[in-house]
């Protein structure tokens, strides 16, 4: 049998297709990584900013619910300061009504 050299051409070009095929995947695979990794750290960049944003929202509502517990109280204060005028303004006008009619 004789040695046929278009053959050993043909089977030695699909190897070299095939290894090509192999690094050219690989080469994208670690181009994809890379992005990936690059994207990771840009989102877990983000995520840090807006859990430090958080911290920072949360120390002011703490601070404002303060204030507005305060402000409740110096409401409900001057409620009640109303409503003692109120009552005086109308007993003093009752007492004022019943003077002038005698």
Known sequence: MPFDLSK??????????VVVVILSTIKQFKAQQIKNDINNKIILNNLNKIDEQN???????????KDIKEIKKDLNALERRVSKLEENYTFYEKEVNKNDNT
């Open 55 to 65: 911290i920072k929202v949360l120390s002011l509502l703490e601070m404002h619910s």
């Open 8 to 17: 050993l051409e043909n089977i030695i070009y699909m190897i070299v297709m």
